[in-house]
C-alpha cells in the first residue's frame, strides 16, 4: 500500500501543488517576513528539477544561493548613489543572466539572479528602502525552498514526464549576442519605466516579463508568445473560486482545499495544452503568487487585490509578447 500511494503517476503533479502551496499557508499563517518568497522558488526548482536532484547538484545550489543572496546585493548597494554605475551594473547582471539562459534554459543562476536583481532595484529605487536585509530574507527563502523541494521528490518521488522540455537552439550561443543585448536593455528600460510609474505591480510585473522574455530560439518567438498569452490569460482563472470562497469568509482549511484542487486542476490544463516548461513555470509561479495574494488580504480588498493581480499579469504578457515581436528582426530568421 505504501509503495502504489507514493509512487503514483500523479506524484509530479502532486508535488508541484502541494509543496509550495502548503508552505506559502504555512509561512503566512506564520506571519513571516515575505512569505511568497520560498513558495515561489520551490515552484522554480520543482520545475527546473524535473527528477530528484543529486546531493551534489543541492551543495552547488547551495554556493549559488550564497553568491545570489549576498554578493551581488552587496555590490548594488555600494552603487546605489551613483545612478548610472547602477544602471550599468544591472544592465550587466541581466545580459549575463540571459546569455546563460540561452546557453542552458534550465539554468538556475540566471533564473535566481533576475529575480534577486528585480527585487533589489525595486526595493531601492521604488520603495526607498534598504536593500541590506534582502540577503538574509533570500537566503532563508532560498534554503527553505532547497529542503522542501527535496523532501517533495521523497514524500512523492518519480520524474516529471507529461511536460515538454524547452528547445535548446544548435546555433552558438553568440550567434545572439545582437538578440540577448537587446533583451538586456528591453528588460531595463520596462524595469525603470515600472519603478517611475510607481505601481505597487511592479515587482510582479518585471518578474513575469524576464521569465517571458529568456526563451533561448529566436525562430520560435512569435509562436511562443501567442501560445504564452493565451495558456497563461486562461491560467490565472483557476484562482477565481479560491478568491470567492476567501472573500466568503469560508474556513481556511476549506480555501486551501480548494487551491489545491485548483492547482491540480491547473496542471492537468497544462498537460492538455502540451505546454512546455517554460510556459508551466509561469504558470505555477503566477497561480502562487495570486493565491498568495488573495491570502493576504481580507474581504473586498482581496477581490481588488486579485483584480490588480491580474491586470499586472495581462500587462506583463503583453509587454513581454512585444519585446519578442521586436526582436525578430535580431534573430535573423524568419518566424
Known amino acids: 500500500m505504501y509503495g502504489l500511494m507514493f509512487r503514483s503517476a500523479a506524484n509530479p503533479i502532486i508535488r508541484l501543488v502541494f509543496a509550495p502551496i502548503l508552505l506559502l499557508f504555512y509561512l503566512q499563517y506564520q506571519g513571516g517576513d515575505l512569505p511568497i518568497l520560498a513558495p515561489m522558488f520551490v515552484v522554480i526548482f520543482l520545475t527546473l528539477m524535473p527528477s530528484k536532484p543529486p546531493l551534489s547538484l543541492l551543495l552547488k545550489v547551495l554556493l549559488m544561493l550564497f553568491f545570489v543572496s549576498f554578493v551581488v546585493v552587496f555590490l548594488g548597494e555600494t552603487l546605489l548613489d551613483s545612478p548610472s554605475g547602477f544602471?550599468?551594473?544591472?544592465w550587466s547582471l541581466v545580459f549575463w543572466s540571459y546569455y546563460?539562459?540561452?546557453?542552458?534554459?534550465?539554468?538556475?543562476?540566471?533564473?535566481?539572479?533576475?529575480?534577486v536583481v528585480i527585487i533589489m532595484a525595486v526595493m531601492s529605487k521604488q520603495m526607498g528602502l534598504s536593500v541590506s536585509v534582502l540577503p538574509w530574507l533570500m537566503f532563508e527563502g532560498l534554503g527553505i525552498a532547497i529542503v522542501v523541494t527535496f523532501l517533495s521528490f521523497v514524500i512523492f518521488p518519480g520524474d516529471q514526464r507529461d511536460i515538454l522540455p524547452d528547445q535548446k537552439s544548435d546555433e552558438p550561443v553568440s550567434v545572439h549576442l545582437a538578440l540577448i543585448v537587446f533583451k538586456a536593455s528591453?528588460?531595463?528600460?520596462?524595469?525603470?519605466?515600472?519603478?517611475?510609474?510607481?505601481?505597487?505591480?511592479?515587482?510582479?510585473?518585471?518578474?513575469?516579463?524576464?521569465?517571458?522574455?529568456?526563451?533561448?530560439?529566436?525562430?520560435?518567438?512569435?509562436?511562443f508568445s501567442h501560445n504564452r498569452l493565451v495558456t497563461t490569460a486562461t491560467g490565472i482563472l483557476f484562482t477565481v473560486p479560491v478568491m470567492l470562497l476567501f472573500m466568503l469568509d469560508f474556513p481556511n482549511w476549506l480555501v486551501l482545499a480548494a487551491s489545491l484542487f485548483c492547482g491540480i486542476q491547473l496542471a492537468c490544463y497544462a498537460i492538455r495544452c502540451q505546454c512546455r516548461l517554460s510556459i508551466y513555470q509561469l504558470l505555477f509561479t503566477n497561480f502562487t503568487v495570486l493565491t498568495y495574494q488573495i491570502i493576504k488580504n481580507q474581504g473586498v480588498e482581496s477581490l481588488s487585490a486579485e483584480l490588480m493581480r491580474l491586470l499586472a499579469i495581462a500587462t506583463a504578457i503583453f509587454i513581454g509578447a512585444l519585446i519578442l515581436n521586436l526582436a525578430r528582426p535580431l534573430s535573423g530568421k524568419r518566424c
Open 100 to 115: 546563460r539562459s540561452h546557453q542552458n534554459p534550465k539554468d538556475i543562476l540566471s533564473t535566481l539572479t533576475l529575480i
Open 186 to 223: 528591453a528588460m531595463s528600460l520596462v524595469l525603470v519605466a515600472l519603478i517611475g510609474t510607481g505601481s505597487p505591480q511592479s515587482m510582479l510585473i518585471a518578474i513575469t516579463i524576464s521569465s517571458m522574455i529568456k526563451m533561448p530560439i529566436p525562430e520560435q518567438h512569435r509562436t
Open 87 to 90: 544602471a550599468l551594473f544591472c
